[in-house]
């Protein structure tokens, strides 16, 4: 059925990967692109083939380059360090264009990768091992891209994790109550406003030059990192939101998912709870690979992240539920307010534990930073 979707043989015809057979096979658990994994017998490679979602990115020709820009810089560094480009890396296959994407007969943007063999993704951390290797993946991904000009790259979502564009979108949806749910949300409505101000630090910091605007993946699911066969990490994937940022993003949008023990949508609030333990080990990895260039400032902006980004989905979803479920999928009629609780309830849960959790940050901090001072290089 996928094959009758769209005419694969023209599209794949105008990437330069030099065999006209192949197989294709629909792959992987992403929620934006649309990816096939095309399998070719005549040069015996894989490559990994996805329609660019161009509603989400409007700018799909500034996105591009942001990718060829930043798996440029990645290889160069990630050779020098010794490492294997080509696995550690993603590598874009050229298109017959002179570019690294095409269009197809209708309009659609398409890319290609080559495909990493003997990889694999998770959707959930389970155990201590997977939120270290987590924690070095982004944490070396930040490293890595850390002396690369952040005005190298465009917005690909304008204002993505701005969150005083976010409450200013609360407000619009507030004021227009489209949906007739204002009178419903009310306590949830006060809630995310009496924690407006607090939740602006990042932002301000950076405004006011106190913490630098870095290269950032902003997407930090777990499930954008491959690991080998033997778990451990070899390739940070998912660069389409790879943009201008503060290193706490990441942080705290990769401790969001890794630390609670419910889902997003969780609908027992009982449930979620906090699974210190993998956010030790996420932190330590993280701080293995970051402790040599990250500032005081950063470092302490750390914990604000892991607030901000529960928060800013809180936010997120509640807009949505007031504009009547114009932006999220939803599965149930109140789905984007049963969100907006669980995201609500892991913020308290976090707020009652930032003491703890600070402290945490703050052992793995100079726990890192004497190993690096006392190591002999
Ligand atoms: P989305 O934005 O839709 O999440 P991803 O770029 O994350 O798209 O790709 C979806 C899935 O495809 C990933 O979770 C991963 O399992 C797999 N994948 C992506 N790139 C590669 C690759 N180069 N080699 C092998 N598997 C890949
Ligand atoms: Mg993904
Ligand atoms: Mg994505």
Redesign the pocket.
């Known amino acids: 059925k996928e094959e009758m979707k769209y005419n694969f043989s023209d599209i794949i015809a105008q990437f330069s990967i030099g065999a006209d057979a192949f197989e294709l096979v629909p792959?992987?658990?992403?929620?934006?692109?649309?990816?096939y994994?095309v399998k070719t017998p005549a040069n015996g490679r894989d490559y990994?083939l996805?329609k660019i979602?161009d509603y989400v990115f409007k700018d799909v020709d500034g996105l591009m380059n942001n990718m060829l820009y930043v798996t440029n810089h990645l290889k160069q560094k990630v050779a020098k360090a010794g490492g294997d480009p080509d696995k550690e890396v993603?590598t874009l296959i050229p298109c017959n264009n002179g570019l690294y994407y095409c269009r197809d007969a209708e309009g659609g943007y398409w890319r290609m990768?080559?495909?990493?063999?003997n990889?694999?993704?998770y959707d959930l951390v389970t155990t201590g091992n997977q939120a270290y290797q987590g924690g070095m993946a982004f944490g070396r991904f930040q490293y890595l891209l850390c002396d690369m000009s952040a005005a190298m790259l465009v917005d690909t979502i304008p204002n993505f994790l701005n969150i005083e564009f976010r409450l200013q979108q609360l407000a619009d949806a507030i004021r227009h109550n489209a949906a007739g749910r204002l009178e419903k949300v009310k306590p949830e409505v006060d809630f995310l406003l009496s924690r407006a101000d607090g939740m602006r630090d990042i932002l301000q910091w950076g405004r006011a030059g106190i913490l630098p605007l870095r290269i950032t993946h902003n997407?930090t699911?777990f499930?954008?990192i491959?690991l080998d066969e033997h778990d451990n990490i070899q390739?940070v994937?998912?660069?389409?939101t790879v943009m201008p940022g503060y290193v706490a993003y990441d942080f705290g949008d990769a401790i969001r998912s890794i630390i609670s023990t419910a889902a997003e949508d969780e609908a027992n609030l009982d449930a979620i709870q906090l699974n210190i333990p993998l956010f030790e080990e996420f932190t330590k990895g993280y701080l293995n690979q970051t402790i040599s260039f990250l500032s005081e400032q950063e470092l302490k902006s750390l914990i604000k992240g892991v607030l901000l980004l529960p928060y800013m989905q809180a936010v997120r979803f509640l807009t949505d539920y007031l504009n009547g479920d114009v932006y999220y999928k939803i599965h149930s009629p109140n789905h984007n307010l049963q969100r907006t609780l669980a995201q609500m309830q892991l913020l308290k849960m976090l707020e009652l534990n930032k003491v703890k959790l600070t402290a945490i940050i703050e052992r793995e901090w100079f726990g890192s930073y004497n190993n690096r001072v006392l190591s002999p290089d």
């Open positions: 792959f992987g658990s992403g929620h934006i692109n649309d990816t994994r990994l996805q979602n993603l990768t080559t495909f990493l063999h990889t694999k993704s997407d699911k499930n954008n491959l390739c994937i998912d660069l389409d």
